[in-house]
Antibody, heavy 123, light 110 residues
């Protein structure tokens, strides 16, 4: 079964750090862009970051640039999000998601999502 | 990277058709016809319903269709069913390998 599973969420104080992980299974991880998307409690979805298949390209939403780092370990079929200098407004469920490819190629959507991991930034 | 604008809520009766709009700017929707749509039930992960503006991934009902005109993308749900009641989000490619989501729309089946 094709799956993504996040872990690593928890409660952290403002200014603290946390590292999220996303384990992929059931597909060839190395052939997909992967993405982090977050959702604050009761709010909408926000694209956070993504990373190319070989890790050579990484992109971020402005609000996390310089604080968050996306990375991947293809040997372990895993995606990571290192979050530093955390702020109260970073409180959210963090999802990892896979880029969707149809018969024509990349379709600019995200087809497989994990169940999410909750990050709470509070003193 | 401002969120795309969606109506907060849309409702319809079973069997009817409804349309959810998603308004963007020249930085996203206008320039790129690369909008995806997601359905999210409470407490669940989002589900991809439409990609690249109007393509339906395999397994998605043909009652869901996507289109775009000018700065507004739209998702139409025809033959509305009780299980369609959920939150819906649009998402546009915004250039430079970045994306922006919409504000979200709650669909209620009356």
């Amino acid at each position: 079964e094709v799956q993504l599973a996040e872990s690593g969420g928890g409660l952290v104080q403002p200014g603290g750090s946390l590292r999220l992980s996303c384990a992929a299974s059931g597909f060839t991880f190395t052939t997909y862009w992967v993405t982090w998307v977050r959702q604050a409690p009761g709010k909408g979805l926000e694209w956070v970051a993504n990373i190319k298949q070989d890790g050579s390209e990484k992109y971020y939403v402005d609000s996390v640039k310089g604080r968050f780092t996306i990375s991947r370990d293809n040997a372990k079929n895993s995606l990571y999000l290192q979050m530093n200098s955390l702020r109260v407004e970073d409180t959210a469920v963090y999802y990892c998601a896979r880029g969707y490819y149809d018969s024509s190629g990349y379709c600019y959507g995200f087809d497989i999502w994990g169940q999410g991991t909750m990050v709470t930034v509070s003193s | 990277q401002s969120a795309l604008t969606q109506p907060a809520s849309v409702s319809g009766s079973p069997g009817q058709s409804i349309t959810i709009s998603c308004t963007g700017t020249s930085r996203d929707v206008v320039t790129f016809n690369l909008v995806s749509w997601y359905q999210q039930h409470p407490g669940k992960a989002p589900k991809l319903m439409i990609c690249e503006g109007s393509k339906r991934p395999s397994g998605v009902s043909n009652r869901f269709s996507g289109s775009k005109s000018g700065n507004t993308a739209s998702l139409t749900i025809s033959g509305l069913q009780a299980e369609d009641e959920a939150d819906y989000y649009c998402c546009s490619y915004a250039g430079g390998n970045t994306y922006v989501f919409g504000t979200g729309t709650k669909v209620t089946v009356l």
